[in-house]
Structures are given as structure tokens and as C-alpha cells.
């Protein structure tokens, strides 16, 4: 059985930075490979970015990729996701996902976290 949990999110004003955390555990095997996806009321989850927890090989979302980056610490393991340059616009629930095979986009994720609320202010 997997278990994420996510920490970090909070409030944070227009222009700065928050840390996410993805702490998981159970089967590793269920677990190569973690995503960072934000869901806002009304809309469908999107996923940030991904990361291959073999080689820390990490797989971004286009649009994502100036701004947010994902990394990982297997001796904690935990995932993290670095967000810099926030806007109102990136005010969301931030959820951590894993899957088992494969990495990349475009993937189906099977274990999800609760979620941790990110509010940007203007």
C-alpha cells in the first residue's frame, strides 16, 4: 500500500516562492515515479511535472518548466516541488501522485495525496 502526504503550501504573496514536500511510503515498486499535479475548483487536475525516482530524471509540463522545479531526496524520500515567481493565477490545491512503471506526461497516476492548498495574493 502507498501513502503520499504533501506539506508547504500556505499563503504567499505575488512574486515569491514556496517549497512543496511529497513524503511517501508503502511499496516502493508502486512508487518509480511521482507527479505534481494543481486542480482548481471546477477544473480537471494538471500535471506540473513528474520525476523517475530511480535517476531522479525529471519530465515537465511545457508550460511548466520556467518556473517550477521538481527534485528529490530518496534517504528522506520525499519529492519536492520548488515554485518560484507566484501569481494569484497559481493559487490551487497541489497534489503528489505516484505511479509504478513508466514516467513521463501524459500518464496515468494511481496513488494520490489529500492535497495541500497554495494561495497566491495580488
Known amino acids: 500500500q502507498v501513502q503520499l502526504v504533501e506539506s508547504g503550501g500556505g499563503s504567499v504573496q505575488t512574486g515569491g516562492s ?3 514536500s511529497c513524503e511517501g511510503s508503502g511499496d516502493t515498486s508502486s512508487r518509480s515515479c511521482v507527479g ?3 486542480q482548481v475548483p471546477g477544473k480537471e487536475k494538471e500535471l ?3 520525476i523517475y525516482t530511480g535517476s531522479g530524471k525529471p ?3 511545457y ?20 515554485m518560484n515567481s507566484l501569481s494569484p493565477e497559481d493559487t490551487a490545491m497541489y ?5 509504478g512503471q513508466g514516467c513521463g506526461t501524459g500518464l496515468k497516476f494511481i496513488n494520490w495525496g489529500r492535497g495541500t492548498q497554495v494561495t497566491v495574493s495580488s
Open 48 to 50: 506540473i511535472a513528474a
Open 59 to 61: 519530465y515537465y509540463e
Open 18 to 20: 514556496l517549497r512543496l
Open 36 to 38: 505534481w499535479f494543481r
Open 63 to 82: 508550460s511548466m518548466k520556467e518556473r517550477f522545479t521538481i527534485s528529490q531526496d530518496n534517504a528522506k524520500d520525499t519529492v519536492y516541488l520548488q
Open 95 to 99: 497534489y503528489c501522485a505516484a505511479r
